[in-house]
């Protein structure tokens, strides 16, 4: 049986595995603390007194029971944000946190399969309604902290794709870089970079091919995909480390990789950023 973790012990593992981009620094008072600066692309963590409520874009932000606070710094977000947080007492604090930008360049994909990027009018529908689904499945927001014991690799291998730059298909301007790619031999056991719950497992997407998403807690979720092999399913309970799935090249993909992304909620963030952090 795994030893019950003290939740002192537990807040300090959470701080200093996800302290993202900067030191926290407290904000005006001593009990609400966030980085000052973080990069586009950010997974955010601050702390707050318990029993606070957080606004964050007039979205109630989940606490938990330590005060522990995520949110998601989008790939064009310019700053500073600011979240706005009202103790049980009534009195109130605004946090900001200045942005720092990236430099996004074109990464060009050539070899996509041609009805891939321009799908008929049947293909369409087919997509809009797979990402509709996928997309349902990230707005899970439960008190979990699975995320809390910071991140690992999925699998080893050379990073092909990084967040957040333009991408162009075969010439054509697409959407940018939802994640992070990494280039593996198709049948590579792909494992969960943090424990969570599968909300979402389909073996063949049109676009992403087997997908595979895994929530860890306070809406923070990764995706997986292209797999060759999806190997859990919907409301199984996966642990770190846990193999989920195989690499493959299924879906928009020039060759065997997984495409590794993250979430928090509709926000999509930086899963290199999530690993330098963990460090």
Do not use: C
């Not at 959470?14 to 926290?24: C, I, N, R």
């Not at 895994?214 to 193999?243: W, Y």
């Amino acid at each position: 049986m795994t030893p019950r973790r003290h939740p002192f012990a537990f807040l300090l593992t959470l701080v200093s595995l996800l302290a993202w981009a900067a030191p926290l620094v407290a904000q005006d008072a001593g009990d609400v603390r966030f980085p000052a600066q973080v990069q586009q692309g950010s997974l955010v963590i601050g702390k707050v007194p318990a029993g606070a409520r957080v606004v964050y874009r007039d979205r109630a932000v989940r606490v938990s029971d330590y005060g522990t606070v995520v949110i998601g710094v989008g790939r064009d977000e310019a700053g500073p944000v600011q979240l706005q947080v009202t103790r049980a007492d009534g009195s109130r604090n605004t946090a900001s946190i200045a942005i720092t930008p990236r430099d996004w360049p074109v990464e060009r994909v050539n070899g996509v399969p041609p009805a891939t990027v321009n799908p008929p009018p049947a293909i369409a529908e087919r997509i809009r309604r797979e990402q509709a689904q996928v997309t349902a499945a990230r707005v899970r927001d439960d008190a979990r902290v699975d995320f809390g014991n910071g991140f690992i690799r999925p699998v080893e291998g050379r990073i092909s794709g990084r967040f957040g730059r333009a991408r162009s298909y075969n010439g054509q301007p697409g959407s940018p870089h939802s994640g992070m790619d990494i280039a593996a031999p198709t049948g590579t056991p792909v494992k969960a970079p943090a424990a969570g719950i599968v909300t979402f497992a389909a073996p063949d997407l049109y676009l992403t091919g087997g997908t595979l998403l895994l929530d860890h807690g306070h809406g923070v979720s990764s995706n997986f995909l292209h797999l060759s092999r999806v190997d859990a399913k919907v409301g199984d309970r996966i642990e770190q480390g846990q193999v989920i799935g195989a690499v493959g090249a299924t879906g928009r993909a020039t060759g065997p990789h997984l495409h590794w992304g993250m979430n928090w909620l509709d926000v999509r963030i930086d899963p290199q950023l999530v690993l330098d952090a963990a460090r």
